[in-house]
């Protein structure tokens, strides 16, 4: 009886962790998307046809395909308000 519940604890155990680090995941990912979000909104219009000019310009297009330059720049920002977590949390963690 003594194992059958040592064994019961340990599988609660292990469920409770993996559902404790599936929320703060979960927590991270929203807060990158938001700061991603919040970082994409910040470019002007003028910004962005800056950016889709120099794209034409670097590849030698004549025209360029507005929704792959917007998935390109959601992913930029996305990476960067990655790059801000990571560095905020390693920075609370020492």
Not at 7 to 25: D, F, H, L, P, T
Not at 45 to 65: Q, T
Request: with cysteine.
């Amino acid at each position: 009886m003594q194992l059958h519940r040592a064994v019961e604890n340990g599988y609660e155990r292990a469920y409770c962790k993996m559902m404790n680090n599936s929320e703060m995941q979960d927590a991270k990912e929203a807060e990158i998307k938001a700061q991603s979000n919040e970082l994409y909104d910040k470019l002007s219009d003028s910004d962005y046809l800056e950016i889709e000019e120099k794209i034409m310009k670097a590849f030698g297009w004549d025209d360029v395909d507005t929704d792959s330059v917007q998935k390109a720049l959601k992913l930029i920002c996305y990476e960067k308000a990655e790059f801000i977590f990571n560095e905020k949390n390693k920075k609370s963690f020492y």
